[in-house]
């Protein structure tokens, strides 16, 4: 099998197919991470994704920490000074290793061949590779997995060369004194919380009435209430620039369909797109949607040796996704197995602060698709927070089938949902009902055993209507 991509979904599937037995190449235009392709061996989350960004989040929530000292008695506690070069060259040192430890543990020491390449189809058994070195070469394989990941999406306004995305901001060699985060998603949510919480005087901008589209409204609306309450970052919905300025001291100038704000830097988090330009797609005549790859549940394209996992199959883009697709599709065609991949009850985390963490289906879901559901909240403020009187609030809810008793949906906005809600996951995956969160023991003192004390529910739903008790 010949592997085009070394990110999550094609690291795993190349790993598990070599297991089994499979002859298996691995292309990957970089080796290392960095500019000008970013998404290195690794694949986004390694390089420019989920892992650089959560140092990111763990440095970001410090003077949180410290501002919350003085409450349980510490005096004289300050933040200090963020040294933003200094956590890039750590930051640098830490990806250069995983690096590393991907290529010659994960997949040269399973037997799977590594070339730095950049590969394209050439008919639906072979594909051109131009290498590093710029020589090129064919490969001929009976199965081929496409697994090249996304691209961050910018809209093309006037000033748009002067903007970064979520690629660059890993690579900026000053931290920007005042920042525009442009976009809804969980992606522009987590910069402006981040960038704030290391001193950056962030504004974000959204075209919509309120951020983070699919999540349910009430831990959207939540987030909002906390992050109006408790950061500094200024939040403008239904705000859409329509041309960005580069002024002669370097300095940007966001012009919107309601001002001007001025800035240092504009991240755009605006959407991601598949990879798919360069594939030459159309030799083999797999089918797109967009710059997506549509496939069946096995991740097949319409062309029946040829497949693709992960965010180019525009499925549930999220690192742990493509590595149950990646695993399950080697699984299935060299172990022998049948194993379809399985997108329900995936469970997520926005790294905002507060975290949210969610599994299951949104209310406005539930409703729509069961009819008559069960809905219990509860708002409160951590003993973390309570004691040192910060005004910061957590949020549970849980959504009930009222026909089966299942926990259909769970979602959590408080510190560690991200930790909290994996547990979770494993009991509404196994199809838990109330009952059996009822029964379960509550762990004291933690925010956490609020999920088997909610007895009392807050409202029905009742042919899909809402009924208020």
Known sequence: MVVIGGGSGGVRASRIASGHGAKVVLLEGQLKHGAPNYSAIGGTCVNVGCVP??????????????????????????????????FIEYKDTEITRLNNVYKDFVLEKAGVEVIEGFGKLNGKNAVDVTLSSGETKTLTAKNILIAVGGWPYKPDIP????????????YLEEQPKRMVVVGGGFIACEFASIMDG????????????????GFDMDM?????????????IDIQFNTNPTEIIKNADGSLTVVTNDGKVDCDAVLYATGRGGKVDELNLESANVETKGSFIPV???????????????????????????????????????????????????ASTVFTNPEIGTVGYTEEEAAEKFKDITVYKSKFRAMKHSFPKSETYSLF????????DKVIGVHVATDG?????????????????????????????????????????????KDGVKLED
């Open 53 to 86: 960004k959560k140092l990111m989040v763990f440095a970001g929530r410090y003077p949180g920490e410290i501002a919350e000292a003085a409450g349980y008695g510490w005096e004289g506690a300050t933040e200090g000074t963020f040294n933003w070069k200094k």
């Open 159 to 170: 000033g748009i060369e002067h903007t970064i995305t979520s690629n660059e901001i890993f």
């Open 397 to 404: 809810k849980i959504i009930v089938d009222t026909k089966t």
């Open 296 to 346: 069946d549940e096995y991740s097949k394209t319409n062309v029946d040796n040829i497949y693709a996992v992960g965010d180019v199959t525009d499925r549930i883009a999220l690192t742990p996704v493509a590595l149950m697709e990646g695993h399950s599709l080697a699984d299935t065609l060299f172990g022998g197995m049948d194993r379809k991949s399985d997108h329900k009850f995936v």
């Open 417 to 461: 949902a991200g930790e909290m809600i994996q547990g979770v996951g494993i009991a509404v995956k196994m199809g838990a009902t109330k009952k059996d969160f009822d029964a379960t023991i509550g762990i004291h003192p933690t925010s956490a055993e609020e999920l088997v004390t909610m007895r009392s529910p807050s409202y029905h739903y």
């Open 198 to 213: 290391l001193g950056t005087d962030v504004t974000l901008m959204y075209r919509g009435d309120i951020f983070l589209r």
């Open 220 to 232: 959207r609306e939540h987030l909002k209430e906390e992050m109006e309450r408790n950061t500094d």
